[in-house]
């Protein structure tokens, strides 16, 4: 019992650290872009980290089967502090896209583990209301992000964003190293490095080629290496992912769901923040206050939700998520130009607490439905799909935005004008307002696009059992 609770303290720990930074930058990356020079870069700060993240996870999470959850969530927070102290220092957006990567190296190895640590540490019935208190974590982190990261952009610089989050992993990293003592787990034959290659090259080129709007010949290569993974992988002695989890109902409803949810929300999530300051005139304080109905509101559904799961079973939770998607979305897609940030702030709620639920019956899902041995990599394959999502729905809704600005005649200059406050106060209204609303139909765009991926997954969510399995 002892060291459940101390495991369990050491996860959140790990857990406050990836939340507190996915919300600092969402909010602090208008001013970034204007600061670096380098607004065309804007999507792949977000993408970078999406794409290596993806990449990785279930890579770490086959080797957290394999070789032991500790030493696997030990790289993983030892990657985030060196490329957060990186990011802090970074002179130029190239640079800072690079190091953003190796973020999500470590975040691929951190996240899955956590969740997987604990799965392997209690029940169904207990998972279902201990993640009411990792959720808590999640929102305090989520509260807290936005805002001291609006205030540390205000009042101090933006490389603080980064710097934060060293003293917060120093910690974690010293709890985990001492206090858990996991048995190792015993190694059975080799590493699949040719799966691991074949699949990080599928992820990498294709998403590239998206980010970068060269889809046709890169996608058809990222399909064909993705083709020869699972050639591999079928006859692989020691596959990295085993092709059998996908003939388990839960665990191919929960990646298709999750991709899709993932591309609407997380594709949308970093564009909230130039909604308030390039169309409405907010600060990056304003800006970081309306991502926090949307934490607070997943940490309160996730919250509640694990109850009403094992009341009402998955399908009823996912689909009333699902629903709840649509409608945060369709209040963006609706908001005129000249509103305030309340309506915003409205639909981030809405849009949090659809997401909470969708993402909490997944994962139950998943857990409930594997063997030990298995739930490394079915947890890490329900992770790897929703961040595959939000990576493709970052790279597709970004080429979106630029392309109708592009349409308009709406260079980067013009953009960063609309984000920095000084220049802004130059502009004269006849200047002002055609930028304003040409962002803001590009912005209507990609809540639009939103919308329509979010109809989709609210079709996938019938794919669930009725039932909530006991185990």
Known sequence: MQQRRVVTVAVMLGLFLAALDTTIVATALPTIARTLQGLELYAWVP????????????VFGGLADRYGRRPVYLFGIAAFLAGSALCGAARSMPELVVFRALQGVGGGALLPVA????????????????????????????????LLGGLL????????????????????????????????????????????????????????????????????????????????????????????????RLVTAAALTGFLVGAALFGSLYYLPLLVQGVQGGSPTAAGATLTPLMLAWTLASTLGGRVVL???????????????????????????????????????????????????????????????????????????????????????????????????????????????AQRLLLTPEALEPLRAHLAAGLEAVFTASLVLGVVALASLGLFPRGSPVE
Do not use: C
Not at 138 to 146: D, K, L, N, R
Not at 350 to 360: D, E, H, Q, R, S
């Open 311 to 421: 009341r009402f079973g998955f399908r009823p939770v996912a689909l009333g998520g699902g629903v709840l998607l649509l409608v945060g979305f369709a209040a963006l897609v609706g908001l005129h130009p000249d509103s305030d940030t309340a309506p915003v702030r409205w639909a981030a709620a809405l849009l949090g607490t659809g997401m909470g639920l969708v993402v909490l019956v997944t994962v139950l899902a998943v857990q409930s439905s594997v063997a030990y041995g298995e739930r490394g990599s079915a947890t890490s394959l329900t992770l790897f799909f929703r961040s595959v999502g939000g990576a493709v729905g970052v790279s597709v809704l970004g080429n979106l935005l630029v392309a109708r600005l592009r349409a308009q005649g709406v260079g980067p200059g013009e953009l960063q004008a609309l984000l920095d406050p």
């Open 47 to 58: 993408a970078s980290y999406s794409l290596a993240l993806t990449a990785a996870t279930p």
């Open 153 to 248: 952009v205000d009042r101090w610089s933006w490389r603080w964003i980064f710097y934060v989050n060293v003293p917060v992993g120093l910690v974690a990293l010293w709890v985990v190293a001492r206090k858990y003592q996991e048995r190792a787990s015993r190694a059975e034959g080799t590493v699949d490095v040719a799966g691991a290659a074949l699949l990080v090259a599928s992820v990498v080129v294709g998403l590239w080629s998206l980010e970068r709007s060269r889809s046709a010949p890169g996608l058809v290569a990222s399909l064909g290496l993705a083709a020869a993974f699972v050639w591999w992988e079928g006859r692989a002695a020691h596959p990295l992912l085993s092709l059998r989890l996908f003939r388990n």
């Open 115 to 146: 969740i997987t640590i604990v799965g392997d540490l209690y029940s169904l019935e207990e998972r279902a209301r201990v993640q009411g208190l990792f959720s808590g974590v999640w929102g305090v982190a989520s509260v807290v992000g936005p």
